[in-house]
């Protein structure tokens, strides 16, 4: 990997998306509101705080998270945003990390879908993980219902084909449970639950447009029913 090029991209890809923009702020917070039942500790590591959000959930239930991104921009954002008793912001790829601590839980929140050798940045993420803690990971499924109509439509080739929207904001691929499990098993980290986020037929969009909360919070639910299938899937693993 070229730190150089890779340090260029991330900061061409930081203005092209906000967590806090329409639904995708609500995925987030369903996305913490089922990944926070499996949280350990009081130590929390967090590979790619980007502009926070998923930082603003983690500080309810750690004493201190150490938000890493290599945004300079984001991390600007991070220092102003959060008590420096709470949240402790270093500015670094994951590559060239260097922390001296062990946490209990890490957390990689959409991540692996961005970077170039996804399961190079587990094994970083395994060495700061304690013995007895527990690294979580969530991204987005080739198998969410939306992409898979998609491909109905003709708008995609097949389920693993990035579309505009991935690719604007810095998408290098999708996942299923399978091949997500597969990345996890190269690592030597041990898979014990699995899951999804939101089952969302449609796109953020026509959901902000035509969507009730009534409607909102059935597809959450039915998400659970369907984890295979909704708009984000997640591991929690163990050494």
């Known amino acids: 990997m070229s730190v150089k090029k890779e340090k260029k991209r991330l900061e061409t890809l930081q203005n092209n998306f906000s967590s806090k923009d329409g639904f995708n702020s609500r995925l987030i917070d369903f996305r913490y509101q089922l990944l926070s039942k499996y949280f350990k500790g009081k130590t929390c590591l967090e590979l790619g705080s980007a502009d926070g959000e998923g930082t603003r ?3 309810t239930f750690f004493n201190n998270v ?36 062990k946490f209990d839980t890490v957390m990689l929140t959409h991540i692996l879908e961005h970077v170039e050798d996804p399961v190079n940045i587990l094994k970083i993420a395994k060495k700061f993980l304690k013995k007895s803690g527990v690294l979580i990971a969530d991204v987005p499924n080739a198998n969410s219902i ?54 969302k037929p449609v796109s953020n969009d026509q959901i902000e447009k035509n969507w009730t909360e009534e409607m909102i919070q059935g597809f959450l639910s039915l998400g659970y029913d369907f984890p295979e299938l909704c708009s984000d899937i997640y591991v929690v693993c163990k050494q």
């Open 57 to 59: 959930h983690l500080i």
């Open 66 to 101: 150490t938000a890493v991104d290599a945004s300079p921009k984001y991390i600007k954002d991070i220092k102003k945003n959060f008590p420096s008793d709470k949240v402790t912001p270093i500015c670094s790829l994951f590559e060239e990390l260097d922390l001296q601590e």
């Open 146 to 199: 939306n992409r898979l109509v998609g491909v109905k439509m003709g708008l995609l080739k097949n389920k693993f084909e990035l579309h505009a929207g991935d690719i604007r904001i810095g998408h290098r691929r999708v996942y299923t449970l399978e091949t997500l499990a597969k990345d996890i098993k190269k690592t030597g980290l041990r898979v014990t639950k699995q899951g999804g986020v939101f089952f």
